[in-house]
Structure formats: C-alpha cells, structure tokens
C-alpha cells in the first residue's frame, strides 16, 4: 500500500503564502487547512461579533475585533482564525508580528477568543482548548450551536451548548450554558444575552 506524503511548511512560510483576501485558512502541524464554513456558521458569528461590538462600545473599552488575524500557539507549527477574536489595544505594541502581518502571539493581547463549532468539532475542544491554555488566553467560548461535539464535552443526549472557558491559576475551567440560560463572561460581566439567542442566530 502507497501513502501519499504530505508536505508540512512552517509558521513563516505559511505567512509568505498566504493569499490577501481569498479564503479562509488555518496551519494545523504545518499542514494548511481552508476553512469553508456554512451560512448557519457565520451568521452566528457575526451575530456574537455585533453584540460584543455594541458592548465595546457601550463600555468604552480599549478593544476591538479585528478582520483578518491568526493566532500562533508558542510550541506548535500552527497558526489559527478564531471565529471572533477581541484585541487589547494597549497590549499590541508587545505583539513583534501584528504590525507587519496581524499575528498573535502572547495570550495577553487577547481578552476572548471564540469558535463556532462545525464538523472539525476535536479542533475547538480539544487543540484549541489546550494552545489557547498555553499562551493564557484568559477566556475562550465554543459555541456548539448544533450540538455536535463529543458526549465527553457536551453531555448525553447531545444539545446546542455553549462552554466558556475561563484561565483559572494557569488553567481553563469550563462552565455550559443551553438553551435561555444567561451566560456569564469574566471579559464582559454585563452581557445581557443567552445561549439560546446566541444558537437561534443561524436560524
């Protein structure tokens, strides 16, 4: 039997190759993935994107949410795009590669990131939970609005979930939300907003 070998690329060459404004994708182990998601997906992130803008500016705090981001894990050969990324402002001046190619490197800069779930459902809950724990990302969402991650995350029988992870002593602790439960973030105390709102976006 003949394997077929793929070739693995670093961080550096994956910035040189990638094409400004077409697509979508991810370094995984050197590995380039695009990233296709649905319509159901990306109206539920922007509709997180929306609320977390309205609250950014109703608190005039120092964040933002940018366009176009990766984020490098400190001991992988990876680059991600979480569905919706909240930016410190202050903290950027320390980020050596934002300026020249909008790369995160020190979880300091980071005040949420957030992924949507989809069929790749391992990625989000368990490489991001441990890379996003790593570099100190203090607070990261997987937003299940289908319900499709494994038993051991979400529970049986399986339900659209919402985890929010949050940097305890150098470690994540995971609180869920379902259905019209408020969610509660340690970034932004006053959200006013459910779990169901949030799953019924892409409806």
């Given at each position: 039997?003949?394997?077929?070998?793929?070739?693995?690329?670093?961080?550096?060459?994956?910035?040189?190759?990638?094409?400004?404004?077409?697509?979508?994708?991810?370094?995984?182990?050197?590995i380039?993935?695009?990233?296709?998601?649905?319509?159901?997906?990306?109206?539920?992130?922007?509709?997180?994107?929306?609320?977390?803008?309205?609250?950014?500016?109703?608190?005039?705090?120092?964040?933002?949410?940018?366009?176009t981001?990766?984020?490098?894990?400190?001991?992988?050969?990876?680059?991600?795009?979480?569905?919706?990324?909240?930016?410190?402002?202050?903290?950027?001046?320390?980020?050596?590669l934002?300026?020249?190619?909008?790369?995160?490197?020190?979880?300091?800069?980071?005040?949420?990131?957030?992924?949507?779930?989809?069929?790749?459902?391992r990625?989000?809950?368990?490489?991001?939970?441990?890379?996003?724990?790593?570099?100190?990302?203090?607070?990261?969402?997987?937003?299940?609005?289908?319900?499709?991650?494994?038993?051991?995350?979400i529970?049986?029988?399986?339900?659209?979930?919402?985890?929010?992870?949050?940097?305890?002593?150098?470690?994540?602790?995971?609180?869920?939300?379902?259905?019209d439960?408020?969610?509660?973030s340690?970034?932004?105390?006053?959200?006013?907003?459910?779990?169901?709102?949030?799953?019924?976006?892409?409806?």
């Amino acid at each position: 039997m003949i394997q077929a070998v793929v070739k693995t690329i670093t961080f550096e060459e994956f910035l040189a190759w990638y094409p400004d404004g077409k697509g979508r994708y991810e370094l995984y182990e050197g590995i380039i993935i695009e990233m296709n998601p649905t319509g159901e997906h990306e109206e539920v992130a922007a509709f997180m994107n929306r609320k977390l803008n309205v609250e950014i500016d109703r608190l005039n705090l120092p964040y933002f949410i940018p366009r176009t981001y990766l984020v490098k894990p400190e001991n992988a050969n990876s680059g991600y795009q979480p569905d919706v990324l909240v930016l410190d402002k202050e903290e950027l001046p320390n980020e050596p590669l934002w300026k020249k190619s909008s790369t995160i490197l020190h979880g300091k800069s980071v005040k949420l990131a957030v992924e949507v779930v989809s069929t790749n459902w391992r990625d989000d809950y368990l490489t991001k939970v441990r890379d996003y724990e790593e570099i100190g990302i203090p607070e990261y969402w997987i937003v299940d609005y289908l319900g499709l991650g494994g038993r051991r995350y979400i529970g049986s029988p399986k339900q659209p979930t919402l985890s929010i992870y949050q940097l305890v002593e150098g470690e994540y602790q995971v609180t869920q939300f379902r259905e019209d439960e408020p969610i509660y973030s340690l970034v932004f105390p006053e959200l006013n907003l459910t779990a169901g709102q949030i799953f019924r976006a892409g409806e």
